[in-house]
């Protein structure tokens, strides 16, 4: 399966362990060190994550419960999301693990970075390959030096003029389809601004839609 279609929920651990508000500093500490973690999720009576403890959020804090050292409100992935687009999130909120929850907002797994690295093993140089190729030259018809493309630990850079800004818009969106691409860094510019135009000759009728 593509990576950029497998799901979350193929990839969660789903014997993960997990924190109540009331619990202790102590015992939370306790977990992560008896299991080897560095995060908790923090769940209510229902299974709702509700925040997240972490091993920096103990140390800043001894003594108290987890209700008032964790970090809320938690972010969190739904099981039927991508495994890219938790990658993402991960890359733009600077996380190390996501709570993976069901339609009901129930805990029902977990998926770290780590857990990310073994499916984003694709070279930083296959991958900036792949972009010029599929997307550049075969999905866009340009030449494959008119974007700077650089890559690194899977973020792709895409700098350089295109003609239209429909085009820069297009580019991004392809690159970041790419399988081991996790986040898509827009330095594009354009030589025309075609979005204004097409917005404006727009009827009614399509503004409704």
């Not at 081991?180 to 503004?207: K, N, Y």
């Given at each position: 399966?593509?990576?950029?279609?497998?799901?979350?929920?193929?990839?969660?651990?789903?014997?993960?362990?997990?924190?109540?508000?009331a619990m202790s500093f102590r015992?939370?500490?306790?977990?992560?060190?008896?299991?080897?973690?560095?995060?908790?999720?923090?769940?209510?009576?229902?299974?709702?994550?509700?925040?997240?403890?972490?091993?920096?959020?103990?140390?800043?804090?001894?003594?108290?419960?987890?209700?008032?050292?964790?970090?809320?409100?938690?972010?969190?992935?739904?099981?039927?999301?991508?495994?890219?687009?938790?990658?993402?999130?991960?890359?733009?909120?600077?996380?190390?693990?996501?709570?993976?929850?069901?339609?009901?907002?129930?805990?029902?797994?977990?998926?770290?970075?780590?857990?990310?690295?073994?499916?984003?093993?694709?070279?930083?140089?296959?991958?900036?390959?792949?972009?010029?190729?599929?997307?550049?030259?075969?999905?866009?018809?340009?030449?494959?030096?008119?974007?700077?493309?650089?890559?690194?630990?899977?973020?792709?850079?895409?700098?350089?003029?295109?003609?239209?800004?429909?085009q820069a818009r297009m580019l991004?969106e392809l690159t970041e389809r790419?399988?081991?691409?996790?986040?898509?860094?827009?330095?594009?510019?354009?030589?025309?601004?075609?979005?204004?135009?097409?917005?404006?000759?727009?009827?009614?009728?399509?503004?409704?839609?």
């Open positions: 399966m593509a990576m950029k279609h497998m799901k979350v929920g193929g990839l969660m651990a789903d014997d993960v362990v997990s924190a109540i508000p015992d939370a500490a306790k977990i992560l060190a008896e299991h080897d973690i560095s995060g908790l999720p923090v769940v209510d009576d229902d299974d709702h994550v509700v925040g997240v403890v972490s091993e920096s959020d103990l140390l800043a804090h001894r003594e108290l419960t987890v209700r008032d050292m964790m970090t809320r409100p938690a972010i969190t992935v739904h099981a039927e999301e991508t495994v890219a687009d938790a990658a993402r999130l991960m890359v733009r909120r600077g996380v190390e693990r996501l709570p993976v929850v069901d339609e009901e907002e129930r805990l029902v797994g977990i998926v770290t970075r780590r857990d990310l690295l073994y499916v984003y093993l694709r070279p930083d140089a296959e991958i900036r390959r792949r972009i010029h190729e599929d997307v550049l030259s075969d999905a866009m018809d340009l030449p494959t030096d008119a974007v700077d493309v650089h890559v690194l630990d899977g973020v792709a850079t895409l700098a350089g003029r295109v003609p239209r800004r429909t991004v790419v399988d081991g691409v996790v986040a898509v860094v827009d330095r594009l510019s354009s030589q025309e601004d075609d979005t204004r135009l097409s917005s404006a000759t727009r009827t009614p009728h399509d503004s409704l839609w």
